[in-house]
């Protein structure tokens, strides 16, 4: 079965720390660029951040840029979102998304990217989410 599961979501206070984890399984990442969506209540879905699949570049929505890093271990077949300094309007069902990339140039996985975070893109997975709630 294909699919790609995320963990890592919970309750935590402002200022502080989630690891989120999205793992696949039944395919492998290596060839999939990797995005991290979030919804919050009475809100449309927004890009947070994605990665390439070529050479691990990155793109942060500015909402959370210098708070969250993205990272993959294709080794693992993961992908992580780091998220630090938490704001309550952080809150939200964080979801992992997978675009398949075939060979090109750097222009072109640097407009997959961006494709990706604008929403754009039509990725090949979703996972169904995991709730993270920045709260006191």
């Known amino acids: 079965q294909l699919q790609l599961v995320e963990s890592g979501g919970g309750l935590v206070q402002p200022g502080g720390s989630l690891r989120l984890s999205c793992a696949a399984s039944g395919f492998t990442l290596d060839d999939y660029a990797i995005g991290w969506f979030r919804q919050a209540p009475g809100k449309e879905r927004e890009g947070v951040s994605c990665i390439s699949s070529s050479d691990g570049s990155t793109l942060y929505a500015d909402s959370v840029k210098g708070r969250f890093t993205i990272s993959r271990d294709n080794a693992k077949n993961t992908v992580y979102l780091q998220m630090n300094s938490l704001k309550p309007e952080d809150t939200a069902v964080y979801y992992c998304?997978?675009?398949?990339?075939?060979?090109?140039?750097?222009?072109?996985?640097?407009?997959?990217?961006?494709?990706?975070?604008?929403?754009?893109?039509?990725?090949?997975?979703w996972g169904k989410g995991t709730l993270v709630t920045v709260s006191s």
């Open positions: 998304a997978a675009d398949h990339i075939g060979v090109g140039t750097d222009y072109y996985y640097r407009l997959a990217l961006r494709r990706i975070l604008s929403g754009a893109a039509a990725m090949d997975y």
